[in-house]
């Protein structure tokens, strides 16, 4: 398995541009999610996914967009670059436990990441 | 809302020295527990993690965490810590809860190890 992959590995911007970030997984995992991480504040959510066809906000939501139309992919749009999103973006993924709704979810497993640079 | 809290911005040790990280939460619930490692120029990487069970949690490389719920902590430690561990870690802890999986991280503690 590939795991968690992630294109670019590196992007420049220019202020006002828009651009997708690429997320994939190969584990059949029902869970994907994207984090931001900047100097000195660790790791916070943008948004996430429970499965095809559903995508909820996370933490920091604002001047992104993503749609989770396969269980493998889940996309992030930038929809016009700001400097405030310079920074390394996430993706993450992990599996329900059990096969019915009312179980939780197992450890994230995290992608390599995608530096983002807005002029 | 959960919080996380790693007090320990920097911490420098000698090969051999022993290691302890601190890691408090704030969530009233029943939680699940992680600490990640970032070493340089890579992603995050799953060290350990506390699900139920034991307290204390063992992970790879010789590290360990235990769970102290009445003082809401996960501190990360380490008998004798080698060059090789230098990197960032990160603290980390969701809801125990159906539905979501939304982890909440503290701002991480760089580790560096002097040979």
């Known amino acids: 398995n590939a795991g968690v992959t992630q294109t670019p590995k590196f992007q420049v911007l220019k202020t006002g541009q828009s651009m997708t970030l690429q997320c994939a997984q190969d584990m059949n995992h029902e869970y994907m999610s994207w984090y931001r991480q900047d100097p000195g504040m660790g790791l916070r959510l943008i948004h996430y996914?429970?499965?095809?066809?559903?995508?909820d906000q996370g933490e920091v939501p604002n001047g992104y967009n993503v749609s989770r139309s396969t269980t493998e992919d889940f996309p992030l749009r930038l929809l016009s670059a700001a400097p405030s999103q310079t920074s390394v973006y996430f993706c993450?993924?992990?599996?329900?436990?059990?096969?019915?709704?009312?179980?939780?979810?197992?450890?994230?497993?995290f992608g390599p990441g995608t530096r983002l640079t807005v002029t | 809302a959960q919080s996380v809290s790693q007090h320990n911005h920097h911490v420098i040790l000698s090969e051999a020295a022993s290691l302890e990280l601190g890691c408090n939460y704030s969530y009233g619930g029943t939680v699940n527990l992680f600490w990640y490692v970032q070493y340089p120029g890579q992603h995050l990487q799953l060290l350990l993690k506390y699900f139920s069970g034991d307290p204390l949690v063992k992970g790879i490389k010789g590290f360990e965490a235990e769970f102290i719920k009445s003082k809401f902590s996960f501190n990360l430690r380490k008998p004798s810590v080698q060059w090789s561990d230098t990197a960032e870690y990160f603290c980390?802890?969701?809801?125990?809860?159906?539905?979501?999986?939304?982890?909440?991280f503290g701002t991480g503690t760089r580790l560096t190890v002097i040979p």
């Open positions: 980390a802890v969701n809801a125990r809860r159906t539905g979501a999986n939304n982890l909440f």
């Open positions: 996914s429970v499965g095809a066809g559903i995508t």
């Open positions: 993450a993924s992990s599996r329900r436990q059990g096969t019915s709704g009312s179980r939780g979810f197992y450890e994230q497993y």
